[in-house]
């Protein structure tokens, strides 16, 4: 069984920076492709960003690209998302998901799910 925790939301203003981080359980997360989704009140869940199990391949929707990084630790069992130049529009719930071998940028593809962790960016 594969457990995501994510930590590191919390309230920024415009322009700020936040780290968020994704603990995984289990020892084979160096198989898992990882991503980051986020959702805000009344929307769709929506694809942030997503790195491949070696990390050699990181895909970011066009929102975040260019302000968002993405990057991974195997050692630690974790992944990360860097989040510079913040706007209001980022606020919403991140989540971090998991799944075998290859990234994607669907949310169903994805077979693991954190609880998410809130990002408020006031303006």
């Known amino acids: 069984q594969v457990q995501l925790v994510e930590s590191g939301g919390g309230l920024v203003q415009a322009g700020g920076s936040l780290r968020l981080s994704c603990a995984v359980s289990?020892?084979?997360?160096?198989?898992?492709?990882m991503g980051w989704f986020r959702q805000a009140p009344g929307k769709e869940r929506e694809f942030v960003a997503a790195i491949s199990p070696s990390g050699g391949i990181i895909k970011y929707a066009d929102s975040v690209k260019g302000r968002f990084t993405i990057s991974r630790d195997n050692a630690k069992n974790s992944v990360y998302l860097q989040m510079n130049s913040l706007k209001p529009e980022d606020t919403a719930v991140y989540y971090c998901?998991?799944?075998?071998?290859?990234?994607?940028?669907?949310?169903?593809?994805?077979?693991?799910w954190g609880q998410g962790t809130q990002v408020t960016v006031s303006s």
């Open positions: 289990g020892r084979t997360f160096s198989m898992y492709a």
């Open positions: 998901a998991a799944r075998k071998y290859s990234s994607s940028l669907f949310a169903y593809e994805y077979d693991y």
